[in-house]
Protein backbone atom coordinates (compact mmCIF):
# COMPACT_ATOMS: atom_id res chain seq x y z
CA UNK A 1 0.00 0.00 0.00
CA UNK A 2 1.39 3.40 -1.08
CA UNK A 3 0.90 6.58 1.31
CA UNK A 4 -1.75 7.86 -1.88
CA UNK A 5 -3.77 5.08 -0.58
CA UNK A 6 -4.12 5.92 3.05
CA UNK A 7 -6.55 8.50 4.63
CA UNK A 8 -5.76 11.52 5.61
CA UNK A 9 -4.88 12.33 9.06
CA UNK A 10 -5.96 15.32 10.66
CA UNK A 11 -3.95 18.10 11.95
CA UNK A 12 -5.83 19.73 14.71
CA UNK A 13 -3.35 22.97 14.93
CA UNK A 14 0.12 23.73 17.31
CA UNK A 15 0.60 21.98 20.32
CA UNK A 16 3.71 24.02 20.83
CA UNK A 17 6.89 25.38 19.56
CA UNK A 18 10.42 25.31 21.20
CA UNK A 19 13.37 26.10 21.04
CA UNK A 20 17.00 26.25 23.82
CA UNK A 21 17.55 29.01 25.94
CA UNK A 22 20.68 29.70 27.78
CA UNK A 23 19.28 32.70 29.88
CA UNK A 24 16.62 31.06 32.51
CA UNK A 25 16.10 34.06 34.54
CA UNK A 26 15.42 36.46 31.40
CA UNK A 27 13.35 33.88 29.52
CA UNK A 28 11.53 33.81 31.96
CA UNK A 29 10.80 37.69 32.83
CA UNK A 30 10.25 37.93 28.90
CA UNK A 31 7.50 35.56 28.36
CA UNK A 32 5.99 35.24 31.57
CA UNK A 33 6.36 39.33 33.35
CA UNK A 34 6.74 40.92 30.41
CA UNK A 35 4.33 39.61 27.51
CA UNK A 36 1.97 37.86 30.59
CA UNK A 37 1.60 34.31 28.89
CA UNK A 38 1.16 32.02 31.94
CA UNK A 39 3.22 29.28 32.43
CA UNK A 40 1.55 26.16 32.59
CA UNK A 41 4.15 23.10 32.97
CA UNK A 42 7.32 22.42 33.26
CA UNK A 43 9.53 18.81 32.27
CA UNK A 44 13.05 18.27 34.41
CA UNK A 45 14.91 15.31 33.27
CA UNK A 46 18.21 13.61 34.04
CA UNK A 47 18.89 14.19 30.08
CA UNK A 48 16.81 12.07 27.48
CA UNK A 49 18.92 8.72 27.55
CA UNK A 50 22.22 9.30 25.53
CA UNK A 51 25.43 10.26 27.73
CA UNK A 52 25.66 13.59 24.92
CA UNK A 53 22.13 14.79 26.44
CA UNK A 54 22.10 16.59 29.32
CA UNK A 55 20.19 17.83 31.64
CA UNK A 56 17.26 19.82 31.35
CA UNK A 57 14.24 21.73 32.29
CA UNK A 58 11.35 22.02 29.93
CA UNK A 59 8.93 24.89 30.39
CA UNK A 60 6.00 25.56 28.60
CA UNK A 61 3.99 28.95 28.82
CA UNK A 62 0.12 29.57 27.76
CA UNK A 63 0.16 30.72 23.71
CA UNK A 64 -3.58 30.93 23.33
CA UNK A 65 -6.17 28.32 21.76
CA UNK A 66 -4.60 25.47 23.57
CA UNK A 67 -1.36 25.97 22.43
CA UNK A 68 2.08 26.82 24.24
CA UNK A 69 5.82 27.96 23.21
CA UNK A 70 7.98 26.28 25.18
CA UNK A 71 12.12 26.22 25.83
CA UNK A 72 15.10 24.10 26.56
CA UNK A 73 17.76 24.97 29.40
CA UNK A 74 19.99 22.81 29.00
CA UNK A 75 22.44 22.98 32.70
CA UNK A 76 25.86 23.03 32.65
CA UNK A 77 25.90 24.49 28.99
CA UNK A 78 27.13 27.30 27.37
CA UNK A 79 25.76 29.75 24.60
CA UNK A 80 27.07 29.10 21.58
CA UNK A 81 28.59 32.01 20.03
CA UNK A 82 26.42 32.64 17.28
CA UNK A 83 24.02 33.35 19.76
CA UNK A 84 25.87 36.24 21.83
CA UNK A 85 24.70 39.65 21.52
CA UNK A 86 21.37 39.02 19.10
CA UNK A 87 19.15 39.96 21.61
CA UNK A 88 20.75 43.59 21.45
CA UNK A 89 20.30 43.21 18.03
CA UNK A 90 17.14 45.90 16.44
CA UNK A 91 13.95 43.72 15.45
CA UNK A 92 14.42 43.95 11.82
CA UNK A 93 15.68 41.28 9.57
CA UNK A 94 20.19 41.14 9.94
CA UNK A 95 20.52 37.67 9.87
CA UNK A 96 18.32 35.60 7.54
CA UNK A 97 18.87 32.38 8.55
CA UNK A 98 18.94 32.55 12.08
CA UNK A 99 16.03 35.40 11.86
CA UNK A 100 13.58 33.13 9.54
CA UNK A 101 12.85 30.49 12.68
CA UNK A 102 10.33 32.68 14.70
CA UNK A 103 6.82 32.79 16.89
CA UNK A 104 4.18 34.71 15.25
CA UNK A 105 1.05 35.11 17.11
CA UNK A 106 -2.47 35.87 15.75
CA UNK A 107 -4.20 39.01 17.11
CA UNK A 108 -7.57 40.09 15.70
CA UNK A 109 -7.42 43.76 14.97
CA UNK A 110 -5.76 46.97 14.20
CA UNK A 111 -6.38 47.96 17.83
CA UNK A 112 -5.24 45.17 19.46
CA UNK A 113 -1.44 45.19 17.18
CA UNK A 114 -1.48 48.82 18.35
CA UNK A 115 -2.08 48.25 21.96
CA UNK A 116 0.77 44.93 21.65
CA UNK A 117 3.22 47.74 20.58
CA UNK A 118 2.10 50.13 23.66
CA UNK A 119 2.87 47.33 26.19
CA UNK A 120 6.02 45.98 24.75
CA UNK A 121 7.41 49.97 24.56
CA UNK A 122 6.54 50.55 28.03
CA UNK A 123 8.81 48.21 29.16
CA UNK A 124 11.69 49.52 27.82
CA UNK A 125 11.49 46.92 24.89
CA UNK A 126 12.48 48.21 21.37
CA UNK A 127 9.89 46.87 18.88
CA UNK A 128 9.57 47.12 14.73
CA UNK A 129 7.24 49.76 13.03
CA UNK A 130 4.15 47.81 11.46
CA UNK A 131 4.99 46.10 8.91
CA UNK A 132 2.44 44.65 5.82
CA UNK A 133 3.39 41.66 4.46
CA UNK A 134 0.66 41.09 1.86
CA UNK A 135 -2.14 39.23 3.58
CA UNK A 136 -0.78 40.44 6.76
CA UNK A 137 0.58 43.22 9.26
CA UNK A 138 3.27 42.75 12.07
CA UNK A 139 5.03 44.08 14.72
CA UNK A 140 8.91 42.50 15.94
CA UNK A 141 10.70 41.98 18.76
CA UNK A 142 13.55 40.24 20.01
CA UNK A 143 13.27 37.92 23.14
CA UNK A 144 16.39 37.53 25.41
CA UNK A 145 18.01 34.93 23.29
CA UNK A 146 17.45 37.28 19.82
CA UNK A 147 14.75 35.21 18.63
CA UNK A 148 12.20 36.96 17.02
CA UNK A 149 8.84 37.27 18.51
CA UNK A 150 6.09 38.43 15.90
CA UNK A 151 2.41 39.61 16.56
CA UNK A 152 0.70 39.75 13.42
CA UNK A 153 -3.09 40.67 12.10
CA UNK A 154 -5.10 39.33 9.14
CA UNK A 155 -5.30 41.85 6.26
CA UNK A 156 -7.66 39.48 4.31
CA UNK A 157 -8.85 35.83 4.52
CA UNK A 158 -7.16 33.39 1.90
CA UNK A 159 -8.96 32.46 -0.84
CA UNK A 160 -8.83 29.79 -3.71
CA UNK A 161 -6.69 32.46 -5.69
CA UNK A 162 -4.12 32.45 -3.17
CA UNK A 163 -3.81 28.50 -3.22
CA UNK A 164 -3.69 28.17 -6.88
CA UNK A 165 -1.25 31.15 -7.14
CA UNK A 166 1.19 29.43 -4.69
CA UNK A 167 0.85 26.29 -6.24
CA UNK A 168 2.08 27.54 -9.54
CA UNK A 169 4.73 29.88 -7.59
CA UNK A 170 6.30 26.76 -6.65
CA UNK A 171 5.44 24.85 -9.59
CA UNK A 172 8.18 27.47 -11.46
CA UNK A 173 10.25 27.04 -8.37
CA UNK A 174 10.87 23.93 -8.75
CA UNK A 175 10.78 23.99 -12.76
CA UNK A 176 13.87 26.63 -12.31
CA UNK A 177 16.13 24.68 -9.86
CA UNK A 178 15.35 21.75 -11.40
CA UNK A 179 17.26 23.15 -15.07
CA UNK A 180 19.71 25.07 -12.70
CA UNK A 181 20.50 21.70 -11.02
CA UNK A 182 21.03 20.07 -14.82
CA UNK A 183 23.36 22.98 -15.60
CA UNK A 184 25.65 22.76 -12.05
CA UNK A 185 24.38 25.43 -10.73
CA UNK A 186 21.92 26.78 -7.92
CA UNK A 187 19.27 29.31 -9.12
CA UNK A 188 19.61 32.48 -6.83
CA UNK A 189 17.29 35.13 -8.29
CA UNK A 190 13.58 35.48 -7.80
CA UNK A 191 13.79 37.11 -11.21
CA UNK A 192 13.92 33.48 -12.69
CA UNK A 193 10.92 32.20 -11.07
CA UNK A 194 8.93 35.46 -11.84
CA UNK A 195 10.22 34.83 -15.69
CA UNK A 196 9.03 30.68 -15.41
CA UNK A 197 5.84 31.77 -13.93
CA UNK A 198 4.87 33.96 -16.56
CA UNK A 199 5.55 31.37 -19.08
CA UNK A 200 3.29 28.82 -17.43
CA UNK A 201 0.19 31.78 -17.11
CA UNK A 202 1.09 32.49 -21.05
CA UNK A 203 0.54 28.79 -22.31
CA UNK A 204 -2.89 28.71 -19.96
CA UNK A 205 -3.75 32.08 -21.16
CA UNK A 206 -2.16 32.82 -24.39
CA UNK A 207 1.03 34.88 -24.52
CA UNK A 208 0.69 38.40 -25.51
CA UNK A 209 3.36 39.81 -28.17
CA UNK A 210 4.04 42.47 -26.00
CA UNK A 211 7.88 43.13 -25.29
CA UNK A 212 6.91 43.35 -21.20
CA UNK A 213 4.34 41.38 -19.24
CA UNK A 214 3.04 41.51 -15.55
CA UNK A 215 0.86 39.17 -14.64
CA UNK A 216 -1.01 40.44 -11.33
CA UNK A 217 -3.02 38.31 -9.15
CA UNK A 218 -6.53 39.95 -8.55
CA UNK A 219 -6.03 40.28 -5.10
CA UNK A 220 -6.45 44.29 -3.05
CA UNK A 221 -2.61 44.60 -1.87
CA UNK A 222 -1.74 44.88 -5.90
CA UNK A 223 -4.50 46.26 -7.05
CA UNK A 224 -2.76 49.70 -7.60
CA UNK A 225 -0.54 48.74 -9.94
CA UNK A 226 -3.36 47.57 -12.12
CA UNK A 227 -4.89 50.84 -11.81
CA UNK A 228 -1.56 52.92 -12.86
CA UNK A 229 -1.30 50.84 -15.50
CA UNK A 230 -4.73 51.38 -17.07
CA UNK A 231 -4.28 55.07 -16.20
CA UNK A 232 -1.24 54.91 -18.29
CA UNK A 233 -0.71 55.17 -22.08
CA UNK A 234 2.17 52.83 -22.80
CA UNK A 235 0.02 50.14 -20.98
CA UNK A 236 -3.11 48.18 -21.46
CA UNK A 237 -4.40 45.65 -18.70
CA UNK A 238 -6.17 42.53 -19.65
CA UNK A 239 -8.41 40.67 -17.47
CA UNK A 240 -7.24 36.70 -17.71
CA UNK A 241 -9.19 35.04 -14.91
CA UNK A 242 -7.93 34.89 -11.91
CA UNK A 243 -5.26 37.89 -13.11
CA UNK A 244 -4.66 41.03 -14.90
CA UNK A 245 -1.56 41.20 -16.89
CA UNK A 246 -0.44 44.43 -17.63
CA UNK A 247 1.07 44.56 -21.04
CA UNK A 248 3.19 47.07 -23.13
CA UNK A 249 5.71 47.23 -25.61
CA UNK A 250 8.40 49.90 -24.33
CA UNK A 251 9.84 50.04 -20.95
CA UNK A 252 7.91 50.37 -17.81
CA UNK A 253 8.92 52.32 -14.76
CA UNK A 254 6.69 52.26 -11.63
CA UNK A 255 7.39 54.28 -8.48
CA UNK A 256 6.59 52.96 -5.11
CA UNK A 257 4.87 56.05 -3.10
CA UNK A 258 3.08 56.38 -6.10
CA UNK A 259 1.75 52.87 -6.04
CA UNK A 260 0.93 53.45 -2.17
CA UNK A 261 2.93 50.21 -0.86
CA UNK A 262 5.01 49.27 2.11
CA UNK A 263 8.50 48.02 0.94
CA UNK A 264 7.46 44.60 2.47
CA UNK A 265 4.73 44.27 -0.41
CA UNK A 266 6.69 46.42 -2.98
CA UNK A 267 9.64 43.94 -3.36
CA UNK A 268 7.39 41.00 -4.23
CA UNK A 269 5.34 43.49 -6.90
CA UNK A 270 6.11 40.71 -9.37
CA UNK A 271 4.48 37.53 -7.58
CA UNK A 272 2.32 37.13 -10.15
CA UNK A 273 4.76 36.37 -12.61
CA UNK A 274 7.12 38.84 -15.00
CA UNK A 275 8.21 38.27 -18.80
CA UNK A 276 11.04 40.84 -18.95
CA UNK A 277 13.90 42.58 -17.61
CA UNK A 278 14.32 44.46 -14.40
CA UNK A 279 16.97 47.04 -14.85
CA UNK A 280 16.24 48.88 -11.56
CA UNK A 281 14.61 47.60 -8.48
CA UNK A 282 15.69 49.57 -5.29
CA UNK A 283 13.40 50.71 -2.20
CA UNK A 284 11.24 53.03 -4.54
CA UNK A 285 11.68 52.70 -8.16
CA UNK A 286 11.44 49.66 -10.08
CA UNK A 287 11.90 49.55 -14.09
CA UNK A 288 11.23 46.77 -16.56
CA UNK A 289 13.10 46.58 -20.16
CA UNK A 290 11.91 44.38 -22.90
CA UNK A 291 13.94 40.74 -22.38
CA UNK A 292 15.98 41.18 -26.03
Known sequence: MSARDLPQPAIRGVDHTARPTWKLRET?????????????????ARG????THPDFLHFFFDAGNGATIAFF????????AFLRGRAQGLPLPQDH??????????VESEEELKAWKTRLEAQGLQVSVETRHEVIESIYVRDPNGYFIEFTRK????????????????QAALAVEDARQQAGQQAAAIDEIWGCKAR???ERYGASPSAVSIYVPAVDEFASIVGDAAARSDCRVTNCGDYRRIDADVALEFRRRELG?????????????????????DRDRVVITPAN
Not at 73 to 80: D, I, N, R, S, V
Not at 155 to 170: I, M
Open 28 to 44: LDFYGEKLGLPLVHVIS
Open 97 to 106: VFDATHTAWL
Open 261 to 281: LRPAVWYGLFTGGLRGRITVF
Open 73 to 80: YYLGTQEP
Open 48 to 51: WGPD
Open 155 to 170: LRPLTELDHVDARRTL
Open 200 to 202: LLD
